[in-house]
């Protein structure tokens, strides 16, 4: 079983490249009992996302 910092490096990974097969079931598994990771990654796509929505509207163009 994965632990929190282990969930959560995963969680920071999956932004970058795409995790293997046995670490998507891992973390898939630890996300199912861990409300506290399950809040970091909705934390972390709500980041994602308001990053690129601030980009688009700004033109596209980064400073």
Excluded: P, W
Excluded at 10 to 34: G, N, V, Y
Excluded at 37 to 49: D, E, G, P
Excluded at 51 to 57: K, P
């Amino acid at each position: 079983m994965l632990s929190c910092k282990d969930a959560t490096h995963l969680l920071s990974d999956a932004q970058d490249r795409k995790l293997a097969l046995a670490e998507r079931l891992q973390l898939k598994m630890h996300l199912a009992i861990c409300v506290g990771c399950t809040r970091y990654k909705q934390q972390i796509a709500f980041i994602r996302r308001a990053c690129r929505e601030f980009i688009a509207a700004r033109g596209g163009t980064e400073e």
